[in-house]
């Protein structure tokens, strides 16, 4: 099993700044993939960035340019920093791992076996 916590979340102005943090702890998969996912109420989950073994990333549309998801593998950690946020990316943001050998970074939902508790992002205007 591999456990996720994420730290960050808050409530900020359109146009400010937030930094997310997931830490990783068990049985965690050296050559794996993790990623940000967020959901919004009454919306379905929708990947929002990730990152494989080496370090390449994916990123959703609605965040490019702004969000960069990076890793310090000396602490099991990944983090999202989220520049020039607007009102919809209030959402509850996961991270997640697939959690197995992952050799290309992905946001496709159903590839991620182990989801954190999640952070509350507040964006408003």
């Known amino acids: 099993q591999v456990q996720l916590v994420e730290s960050g979340g808050g409530s900020v102005q359109a146009g400010g700044s937030l930094r997310l943090s997931c830490a990783a702890s068990?049985?965690?998969?050296?050559?794996?993939?993790m990623g940000w996912f967020r959901q919004a109420p009454g919306k379905e989950r929708a990947g929002v960035a990730a990152?494989?073994?080496?370090?390449?990333?994916i990123y959703a549309d609605s965040v490019k340019g702004r969000f960069t998801v990076s890793k310090d593998n000396a602490k099991n950690t990944i983090y999202l920093q989220m520049n020039s946020l607007k009102p919809e990316d209030t959402a509850m943001y996961y991270c997640?791992?697939?959690?197995?050998?992952?050799?290309?970074?992905?946001?496709?939902?159903?590839?991620?076996?182990?989801w954190g508790q999640g952070t509350q992002v507040t964006v408003s205007s």
């Open positions: 997640a791992a697939v959690g197995r050998l992952c050799l290309v970074a992905t946001i496709i939902e159903s590839q991620y076996n182990y």
């Open positions: 990152l494989d073994r080496d370090g390449d990333t």
């Open positions: 068990g049985d965690i998969v050296r050559n794996d993939c």
